[in-house]
């Protein structure tokens, strides 16, 4: 298994354009999420899927994006109506539910810019 | 309200030397303490993970100390290589779907 891998990489889109993101996680993982980071931050949550289930969504996350795991496997991520302030690093991580290793495997993310 | 709050934001040490990054958190439901590694076009990567009851943890040349009591935890670095310059983030997972919230970072440069 290559890791969890997304894309596109890069983005560069005009304000107001739509935009769409996929990740496709290690295929024996059932839990997917979703981070966002700028530049000098940590990431920060968006959203969890728990197999096909979104489980979770930050409160930063507002109507214009939306999330999607459609069966249980990859996952695309769409933002809507693209402003200033979406231009960031997208990360999608995945993780196992069994042995609670806790730990996050991220993919290399989706860097934004919206011009 | 950051969660995780990190520091210092950036730190420079000679080759050999020894960086301490820490971390401070408030939410005592925290379970977990992980610290990831980043590299320039790379997402983090996990280093090394804590977890509540244990005070210390080794793992090659990287070190966790936990102080339940302070709610601190910090990073060491022994030996400190040129190729351990990268960002890097603490970390703390609240509930059982593994959502964490991360520190701010901290940008070391190792010099040869």
């Known amino acids: 298994d290559t890791g969890v891998s997304q894309d596109p990489r890069h983005k560069i889109t005009k304000r107001g354009q739509n935009v769409t993101f996929r990740c496709d996680p290690i295929s024996e993982h059932n839990r997917l999420y979703w981070y966002r980071q700028t530049l000098g931050q940590g990431p920060e949550f968006l959203t969890y899927?728990?197999?096909?289930?979104?489980?979770?969504k930050s409160r930063l996350l507002s109507d214009r994006f939306s999330a999607e795991r459609p069966k249980g496997s990859f996952s695309t991520l769409e933002i809507q109506r693209t402003e200033q302030g979406d231009s960031a690093m997208y990360l999608c991580?995945?993780?196992?539910?069994?042995?609670?290793?806790?730990?996050?495997?991220f993919g290399e993310g989706s860097r934004l810019t919206v011009l | 309200q950051q969660q995780v709050k990190q520091s210092p934001q950036s730190l420079i040490v000679q080759k050999g030397g020894i960086p301490i990054i820490n971390c401070a958190y408030e939410n005592t439901a925290f379970d977990y303490f992980p610290w990831y590694q980043q590299f320039p076009g790379k997402g983090p990567a996990l280093l090394i993970a804590i977890r509540p009851d244990v005070s210390e943890k080794k793992e090659g040349r990287f070190t966790i100390s936990f102080n339940k009591s302070a709610k601190q935890f910090s990073l060491h670095i022994m030996d400190s290589q040129p190729g351990d310059s990268a960002t890097y983030f603490c970390?703390?997972?609240?509930?059982?779907?593994?959502?964490?919230?991360f520190g701010s970072g901290t940008k070391l440069n190792v010099k040869p």
């Open positions: 991580a995945s993780s196992s539910s069994q042995g609670n290793t806790g730990e996050l495997f």
């Open positions: 970390a703390a997972r609240a509930g059982n779907f593994n959502k964490f919230y």
């Open positions: 899927f728990q197999n096909e289930a979104q489980l979770e």
